[in-house]
């Protein structure tokens, strides 16, 4: 069995920043591997390792800057990594759902594997969408938000679905398909030195739109983000200020009030 | 005009209160350029959730009597024909675990641009200005989409529907196609039970990611057994096995309300939110002073963690 494992390079932003125009301006941010990807490579490289899969290959879509983060993967396990990047991507503030779909289609499509896992969400944009819009444009079965997955599996795949409030759904779903997971799923590794070597001379295929056939019309996003803002704070919080053992006898003080601890 | 087709949730025999907020969504949207709003209400007892969901403002209810639980073919397939059928401007559906199963296939099956999580909805009749966060809630965004679209509308964002209403209810003859049914739910299981319930104590002492180390948890557990408090926790920290599931607070935890919670090192982002807003008095301590958590703490201390944790406890000690 193949698995194909969508991995992004997310933005973070440090505590304290500045937004300039419709995004944060550069010197704030930060970049690192999608917390929620982690768990799906992890997921992917157990399923190796237990016989199950015989090829893990990872896609991204991100400038050549991200090849770090990606190299993670590889590091961790995966066998071989796929980047698409493209000058007509060079200008695009944010890559909504219906593009990425277009072009993470036309890599699983070339590729053929028989279970894509993608992340629940990218941690930066959030949209939580595209492992769901991809296998809906293959024709793939999807399930979304996967905290488990039994590694005994062939033509189907038995997950456990987290819903909200505790409760988790079992469910089969048949092959081939996407599942998108979720943090806690398993206790993604850290790479090893020897797997950081490795991961070096580990095939890193860099390909343009028109290398997988997709037009470059794909990435005009539908979606235009048209402004970004701090949030208004509603809260009428109070804050302490001081060292620590003034404010922790604020909050002593406090909690004394309100008859704790007494 | 702007007609919206909105998508209610439900689980296990129970409508989820997102299925009245989204009433209260599609009519605001439909009220700006006078449209009419829609309801689909899929799978189970539909009968007895289209008289409960008619409130003040829906102006159809369709029904689809098929099958008793959500299955995500089901409703992809079923909200694809009643767009064919009513034409509807935007479809709405929660950004529930299971809207984020089903939206984006409806979005890509129509050929509709989709945007996810909106916690604000602006319409002309043309543009949708969709309001949304982007990186944990540190910032907002607006976003525009031309013509149809599909958008999923985040939970406890607007007030619910109240009211009765006089919705005509419909039975829609859905057409589903069952070999295109390519999952089957075998079940349910609840899990984060135990001995402890969180959900009891009057004071939680809640720890997440800004702890660093399991070995630093003795911190938490110190400061909580000065205060006779309870130790709770953000996701990760379950995630990564430092603490059993019964201590999640949030969407996937539990929910508390709590006299007091001393939310420590937790950025405070909406899926954590959801299951502690309700808490009395509100304490964050962050050394992050723009944090979502300040937001909707009464009290805050932005401060490193290591430094007041200790000098907190020996106040009780
Ligand atoms: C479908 C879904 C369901 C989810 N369900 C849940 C849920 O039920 N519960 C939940 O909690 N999350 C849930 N999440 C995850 C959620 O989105 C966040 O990722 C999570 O809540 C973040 O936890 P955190 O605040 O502990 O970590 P972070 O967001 O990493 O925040 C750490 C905080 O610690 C602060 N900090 C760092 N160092 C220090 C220090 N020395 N002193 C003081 N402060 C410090 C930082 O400023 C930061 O604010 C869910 C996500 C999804 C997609
Ligand atoms: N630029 C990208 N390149 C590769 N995979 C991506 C990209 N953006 C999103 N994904 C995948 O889709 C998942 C969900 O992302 P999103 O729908 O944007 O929240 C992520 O966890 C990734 O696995």
């Known amino acids: ?262 | 005009m702007t007609d919206i087709l909105a998508v209610t949730d439900h689980r296990r025999g129970e409508l989820r209160d997102v299925s009245y907020e989204i009433i209260t969504a599609g009519r605001q949207l439909a009220n700006e350029t006078g449209g009419d709003l829609h309801l689909a209400v899929i799978s189970g007892t539909v009968d007895e959730f289209a008289e409960k969901l008619n409130r003040e403002g829906v102006d159809a209810i369709h029904t689809v009597d098929y099958g008793e639980e959500f299955n995500h073919d089901v409703y992809t397939q079923a909200i694809s024909q009643l767009y064919d059928e009513l034409a509807p401007q935007y479809v709405l559906a929660p950004n529930s675990v299971n809207g984020l199963d089903y939206a984006p296939a409806v979005a890509t099956q129509l050929d509709l641009p989709i945007v996810t999580d909106t916690i604000d909805l602006e319409t002309d009749g043309e543009t949708l200005i969709a309001t949304r966060e982007m990186y944990g809630g540190k910032v907002e965004t607006t976003n525009e989409l031309e013509g149809s679209a599909v958008a999923t509308i985040r939970s406890a964002e607007w007030p619910q529907a109240e009211g009765t209403g006089d919705a005509a209810i419909e039975a829609f003859d859905a057409d589903i196609d069952e070999d295109a049914i390519g999952s089957t739910v075998n079940g349910f299981e609840e899990v984060g039970g135990g001995d402890v319930d969180i959900t009891e104590a009057d004071v939680l002492v809640s720890v997440g990611r800004g702890i660093e180390e399991e070995d630093n948890l003795p911190l938490i557990e110190e400061l909580a057994d000065a205060l006779s408090a309870t130790v709770s926790s953000s996701r990760p920290i379950v995630d990564n096995g430092w603490l059993p599931k019964n201590r999640q607070v949030g969407q996937s935890g539990k929910v508390v309300t709590p006299d007091v919670y001393i939310a420590i090192g937790i950025s405070g982002a909406v899926q954590h939110v959801a299951g502690m807003k309700g808490s009395d008095t509100i304490v964050a301590i962050n050394t992050d002073p723009n944090a979502p958590i300040m937001d909707i703490a009464d009290y805050a201390i932005v401060d490193d963690l290591f430094d007041v944790v200790p000098a907190l406890t020996e106040e009780f000690q």
């Open chain 1, 1 to 262: 069995m193949k698995i194909l494992v969508t991995v992004k390079e997310v933005a973070t932003v440090e505590d304290e920043f500045e937004i300039e125009g419709t995004g944060i301006a550069d010197q704030y941010l930060g970049a690192d591997l999608n917390e929620w990807d982690d768990y799906a490579i992890e997921e992917a490289v157990q399923l190796q390792e237990a016989g199950v899969a015989d090829e893990v290959v990872t896609v991204t879509i991100g400038p050549e800057e991200c090849e770090q983060t990606i190299r993670q993967a590889l590091a961790k396990g995966a066998d071989r990594a796929v980047r698409i990047w493209d000058d007509s991507l060079e200008d695009v503030d944010l890559l909504d759902v219906g593009a990425k779909t277009e072009i993470l289609s036309a890599v699983v499509e070339e590729e053929d594997p028989d279970l894509v896992l993608t992340g629940v969400q990218a941690g930066d944009d959030s949209f939580g969408a595209t492992g769901v819009s991809v296998a809906e444009h293959l024709g793939y079965q999807w399930g979304a938000v996967v905290n488990h997955l039994e590694h005994d599996f062939d033509d189907a795949a038995s997950v456990r679905r987290e819903l909200e409030g505790g409760v988790e759904e079992l469910t089969e779903i048949e092959l081939p398909a996407v599942l998108t997971i979720q943090t806690g799923i398993n206790e993604p590794r850290y790479a090893s030195l020897r797997g950081i070597r490795q991961a070096q001379r580990k095939e890193l295929d860099v390909k343009a739109l028109a290398d997988l056939g997709v037009d470059e019309s794909a990435v005009d996003a539908e979606l235009e983000l048209t402004d970004m803002y701090e949030p208004e704070s509603e809260s009428d919080v109070t804050t302490w200020e001081g060292s620590a053992e003034e404010t922790a006898g604020e909050l002593a003080e406090l909690l004394r009030d309100k008859g704790v601890a007494q």
